[in-house]
């Protein structure tokens, strides 16, 4: 298994040895290390994103059904990947959750403030996408 080549299946058993003989097999897909996560926009790959909303605005998640982000490995290329860690500071001034009515994650501002979402694949590389949300209050008309 350490030296199967990407794209390959490799299934791992485990077993109890406590005299049950109780097992599991599970099933992983090698894949290439990721190199780079970004969004492309046009020609422009970009490696890190601002997105400015206003109170009670929302934008689509970058995961999920918009497949914004997309990563870049030595083999294959602008494809999505789920595999993804995310985690968002002062979640107070960005929420982030699933919409049933739109069937996606949305990232909606409900404070004015400054927060990031980051994206980190989990497959060792430690590589990351950072998304700074800045929301403001509404523009009085």
């Known amino acids: 298994a350490a030296n199967a080549p990407v794209g390959t299946n490799v299934k791992v058993t485990a077993k109890a040895n406590d005299g049950f003989g109780t097992a599991k097999t599970v099933t992983f897909r090698i894949v290439d290390k990721i190199e780079k996560l970004y969004i492309k926009k046009g020609n422009t790959e970009y490696t890190a994103g601002l997105l400015e909303l206003e109170l009670g605005e929302w934008y689509p998640d970058l995961i ?33 959750y699933y919409d049933y009515e739109f069937e996606q994650v949305i990232i909606v501002g409900t404070k004015p403030g400054t927060s990031k979402i980051t994206y980190t694949a989990r497959d060792g590389s430690n590589k990351k996408f950072t998304l700074t949300v800045k929301v403001k209050a509404p523009s009085s008309k």
Do not use: A, E, H
């Open 64 to 96: 999920g059904s918009s497949g914004l982000l997309k990563v870049k490995t030595k083999n294959d290329t602008d494809k999505f990947y789920g595999g993804l860690l995310v985690n968002t500071t002062k979640r107070d001034v960005v929420y982030r």
